[in-house]
């Protein structure tokens, strides 16, 4: 249904722009075309909806107590829609390495990597995940091989001043912090390194990634130009609807980026996005 929705769609925007040549500009035309690509963009390409994030219980490999750890919305079912058995995942900025597990547990012989940028969580998100035989990585992902600045972030509602999720190469916004304003950041960034997907898979010697699920903290646009000419079959990613970040990429210029390399909106949720590679739904039958 889906499908044949946005079939329809396409042909009544191929319709609109063969009449651009004669009536440009037109304000009610141009207006008439944004509206068709809205209506594009809210399809669902999916049927099953998004799943609940929050936390959930996980017994690491020879310890005692269990722990908590986050997961995303990330529906494991959305790969089965797309008929994708995922070989390899990318988890990046990982947080606890929660969903990096999740991925692992559904896929036991996939390859999962696990990025995280902050040192001080990278310890946490190692000792979670290397048992089980994923691998990780003490990077920032972005567009670029080299040191970058980082600014560390802490929840103030917690006594124990433990980095927190919103660290950054990005400064947090005034907006950001009136929306939030239990999350202290850093005034000051360290410097760690980064590193661009095609430079890892090369070293690697990876050739294609499955799924790769990002929640970077406004580097959005930096980790989707260090992809350089790897196209995941599933990006999942974080987009957060106001401005966060001085200096970062805003999610409109996301979206028209992620088109143009020949991707489809699958979902949009509340903060979070899911596109799928246009080559895997049967659009132009």
């Given at each position: 249904m889906a499908s044949k929705m946005y079939r329809l769609a396409r042909r009544a925007v191929r319709k609109m722009l063969q009449k651009v040549g004669r009536r440009w500009p037109d304000q009610a035309l141009l207006d008439e075309i944004e509206l068709l690509r809205t209506q594009?963009?809210?399809?669902?390409?999916?049927?099953?909806?998004?799943?609940?994030?929050?936390?959930?219980?996980?017994?690491?490999?020879?310890?005692?107590?269990?722990?908590?750890?986050?997961?995303?919305?990330?529906?494991?079912?959305?790969?089965?829609?797309?008929?994708?058995?995922?070989?390899?995942?990318?988890?990046?900025?990982?947080?606890?390495?929660?969903?990096?597990?999740?991925?692992?547990?559904?896929?036991?012989?996939?390859?999962?990597?696990?990025?995280?940028?902050?040192?001080?969580?990278?310890?946490?998100?190692?000792?979670?995940?290397?048992?089980?035989?994923?691998?990780?990585?003490?990077?920032?992902?972005?567009?670029?091989?080299?040191?970058?600045?980082w600014y560390q972030s802490h929840d103030v509602r917690f006594d124990d001043f433990k980095v927190g999720a919103q660290g950054s190469i990005y400064r947090h916004s005034p907006e950001y912090e009136r929306r939030y304003g239990f999350v202290r950041q850093s005034p000051t960034p360290m410097s760690i390194e980064g590193i661009r997907i095609d430079t890892f898979c090369r070293r690697a010697g990876i050739d294609d990634i499955d799924v790769a699920h990002i929640d970077v903290e406004g580097a959005e646009h930096e980790v989707l130009a260090g992809f350089g000419p790897i196209l995941p079959k599933l990006i999942y990613l974080e987009v957060v609807p106001f401005f966060a970040w001085m200096g970062a990429g805003q999610p409109k210029e996301l979206h028209r980026k992620l088109s143009f390399a020949g991707y489809l909106l699958a979902s949009e949720l509340t903060n979070d996005r899911l596109y799928v590679r246009a080559d895997l739904v049967r659009l132009f039958c």
């Open positions: 594009i963009d809210n399809l669902q390409l999916v049927g099953n909806p998004a799943e609940e994030d929050g936390e959930f219980t996980y017994l690491r490999r020879g310890a005692i107590e269990e722990r908590r750890l986050y997961r995303s919305r990330f529906n494991m079912a959305w790969l089965g829609e797309f008929r994708i058995s995922p070989k390899v995942i990318f988890d990046i900025g990982s947080y606890d390495g929660g969903d990096a597990i999740r991925f692992k547990y559904r896929f036991p012989d996939a390859h999962v990597v696990a990025f995280e940028a902050d040192p001080d969580r990278y310890g946490v998100v190692s000792d979670n995940v290397t048992p089980l035989g994923i691998t990780c990585v003490n990077a920032a992902v972005c567009d670029r091989d080299g040191p970058v600045p």
